[in-house]
């Protein structure tokens, strides 16, 4: 399965071609709350999200044969372009199938990176038939978004940083959709601190690994707009990694509204002055929710990324959004 020196290898592996982001105490929240609160600024990461530390890693142990056959991968945007980033940098070429949900600033990001982008569906399950197909049909290489163990193990490299900057955190307090951040982080935080707890935050609009929690297996939700794009689809429902992990080892699945995430984007912004996708401010959301209870600190929140339209942005900071929204 994934270990802690899977863990420690994949971040030789992927040290000189990702960014080691800040870990960092912020004082407004730390008075808000009267507890020790740590932003890990991952949304600082290059490419502007986490998913190119598990992308680079997994890139980084393909064959010559694999790289020249090409990668190809299913994507909410931003393990889409993570891949096509670390595609072009060892000369090998991405194709990224994604769904009519995914915002169009992700989508034309991909595009500039020289992936071949294809837009199939509604859901992230149809975008997934086109890489089936695609595989079958071009012999492609599969690097799927968090269900790998060289995803999972390049996205734990976040957990090791953190411990590193701060050995005695109590929480931690993660995104979660297909959970490979979740389940990285938490192999790296638990295996050195196992006391320590692991709470996924997600929206209330599809939240398919609560929803999953709340079955006992790997269960399909339908698929919703959100602020929180980066966090809808599925977890597939022959899930072989993330489920049994995520299961194990959080402690809670949160749920917020998008009024909620709404709110974290725009404390991000005017309290920290940092720009977040909703995905990257549900952490933040989650304590100013109040959905948390009474948490032992310190508690290291994981902003995990920032590619949001800046005009949805200007919008959601004006409070113009319908939570319901169409409009983007
Ligand atoms: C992909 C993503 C997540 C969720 O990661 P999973 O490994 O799928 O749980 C959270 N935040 C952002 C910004 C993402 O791009």
Known sequence: MIDLQMIRDARSRIGGHISSTPTEPSSSLSELFQVPIILKHEHRQK?????????????????????AAGVIAVSTGNHGRALAHAARAVGSKATICMSELVPQNKVAEIRRLGADVRIIGQSQDEALHEVERLVTQDNLVELPP???PHIIA?????????????????????PVS???????????????????KII????????????????????????????ADALGGGIGLDNKLTFRLCQQLLHDVILLTEEEIAAGIRHA??????????????????????????????IA??????????????????????????AF
């Open 47 to 67: 490419t502007g999200s986490f998913k190119l530390r598990g992308a680079t890693n997994a890139i980084l142990q393909l064959s010559d044969a694999e790289k």
């Open 146 to 148: 968090f269900d790998h």
């Open 154 to 174: 390049g996205q734990g490299t976040i957990g090791l940083e953190i411990i590193e900057a701060f050995p005695n955190v109590e929480t931690v307090l993660v």
């Open 178 to 196: 297909g959970g490979g951040l979740a389940a990285g982080i938490a192999v790296a935080v638990k295996s050195l601190h196992p006391n320590a």
């Open 200 to 227: 996924g935050v997600s929206m209330e609009r599809g939240a398919a690994m609560k929803a999953s929690f709340t079955a006992g297996k790997p269960t399909q939700v339908e698929e919703f707009r959100s602020f």
């Open 269 to 298: 912004y005017l309290e920290e002055r940092e720009v977040l996708e909703g995905s990257g401010a549900v952490g933040i959301a989650a304590l100013l929710s109040g959905k948390v209870g009474h948490l032992s600190g310190p």
């Open 301 to 326: 929140v994981i902003l995990s990324g920032r590619n949001i339209a800046m005009d949805l942005h200007r919008q959601i900071l004006n409070g113009k959004i319908d939570p319901n929204h169409e």
